[in-house]
């Protein structure tokens, strides 16, 4: 068994009779996003503090690859507070000073590098996050997106193994707060670090963490993959997720995830009870990491959002449709075998010719690229099982190339 990269024991916290953290264990591991999640002044940003080391617990340990915090030595505690970036909620941006400026602040305040080093650091990274047009831009003349990409290039920049996000899409609207949870996941593939995120965006956050945390009355009451939280039985979990639920995914306004797996029991109830076909169908944009890196993340989830607003014209009446992922949209089609499946999957294929999915500036060889698979559910089986029979290269048959 690999050692965490963090692990929190038991760790304790209060200010004079306010007690924050009670107890509080949490583990992270190399390389994976993790999400903490939890009620508002449940002192997730006092959890994220005392992980880099801002603050120490009054009791409990927080250890390091294995080795407690406060055992070690000034120059170690440097040493590993230099492995960090934090991304604050506000940004943080300092207003008299330049894009460029920012982002090259962590360097020369490390005073390392020599002037064309930093200068060489920086264009690299702002031509990474597409900030290369605005280094001599201030604050105050970019958008909150803009921001929000700025504060991540600034934190990027020092090549840090562990980045922490507090609250990072607060006060940005459905397709900026999408764009930041897809910024964070393709530059976390791309740039190789750990990325520990608060968050109240549910399901969102669950579509880009491998790990989410509940933080609950100071402690952490559930951890574990996405769906081993939305599977929860304990009530407090369930009543949290159903607090955060919105009647509608705001980036598509199609339905949630939640919805979709109730509406697929529902249907598994009637097939039983009818003997009634349903089938489930699943369409999987498969270049939108290249499309966020050529046209930037937020022309990539407005893609996204209108692909999901033809697809919901062209579908039936009574098909159901949420999106269940960052580039994933499923349907339940009631009353339709494999084989009716195929033919409105046909159909949707000719029907996407030609269908202008973007008023982007777009690249040489731009396509919007869906692939789209089917499969009837049968036998009882769970929406997982069959989602991976649609998933499956026998039923993955169609391709939407949508290319203007």
């Not at 909150?144 to 600034?154: C, D, E, P, Q, S």
């Not at 009631?334 to 000719?350: E, F, G, I, M, Y």
Request: aromatic fraction near 6%; glycine fraction near 6%.
């Amino acid at each position: 068994m690999t050692t965490p990269l963090i692990e929190m024991k038991d760790v304790v916290k209060s200010f004079g009779r306010h007690h924050i953290l009670r107890g509080a264990s949490l583990t992270i591991e190399k390389g994976e996003v993790t999400t903490v999640i939890g009620k508002s002044g449940e002192g997730k940003s006092v959890l994220l503090k005392h992980i880099i080391g801002l603050m120490e617990p009054d009791s409990g340990q927080i250890l390091f690859e294995g080795k407690e915090f406060k055992t070690m030595k000034k120059a170690e505690r440097k040493q590993l507070r230099s492995r960090f970036s934090y991304v604050f909620q506000n940004t943080a941006l300092f207003d008299s000073m330049t894009v460029y400026e920012n982002v090259a602040l962590p360097l020369k305040e490390k005073g390392e590098l020599s002037k064309k080093e930093i200068a060489e650091r920086v264009a690299t990274r702002m031509d990474q996050l597409d900030l290369h047009e605005i280094g001599n831009k201030f604050p105050s003349q970019l958008s909150g997106g803009m921001k929000k990409r700025v504060a991540l290039a600034r934190a990027l920049v020092t090549n840090p193994e562990i980045v922490l996000f507090d609250e990072p899409t607060t006060g940005l609207d459905p397709i900026r707060k999408n764009a930041v949870h897809s910024m964070i996941s393709d530059y976390q593939k791309k740039f190789g670090f750990t990325a520990i995120v608060v968050s109240h965006e549910i399901p969102d956050v669950f579509f880009i963490s491998q790990k989410v945390a509940m933080l609950d009355e100071g402690q952490i009451l559930i951890q574990g993959a996405p769906q081993d939280i939305q599977q929860s039985k304990d009530p407090i979990v369930q009543g949290f997720l159903r607090g955060m639920e919105a009647n509608h995914d705001a980036l598509t306004g199609l339905g949630t995830p939640t919805q979709l797996e109730r509406r697929f029991e529902q249907e598994m109830e009637l097939q039983k009870q009818q003997e009634s076909n349903f089938s489930l169908m699943v369409f999987t944009v498969e270049n939108l990491e290249e499309i966020n890196d050529k046209v930037g993340h937020v022309a990539g989830q407005t893609m996204v959002k209108n692909f999901a607003a033809w697809l919901q014209q062209h579908l039936r009446p009574n098909d159901t449709c949420s999106r269940y992922g960052m580039a994933k949209i499923l349907a339940v089609l009631p009353n339709t075998t494999r084989k009716d499946a195929q033919k409105v999957c046909s159909k949707l294929a000719r029907a996407a010719r030609g269908e202008k999915i973007t008023d982007a500036e777009l690249y040489p060889g731009f396509c919007f690229s869906v692939s789209a698979g089917f499969a009837e559910a049968t036998d009882d089986s769970p929406i997982d099982t069959v989602l991976a029979a649609a998933e499956s290269r026998e039923n993955m048959l169609y391709a939407f190339r949508i290319t203007k």
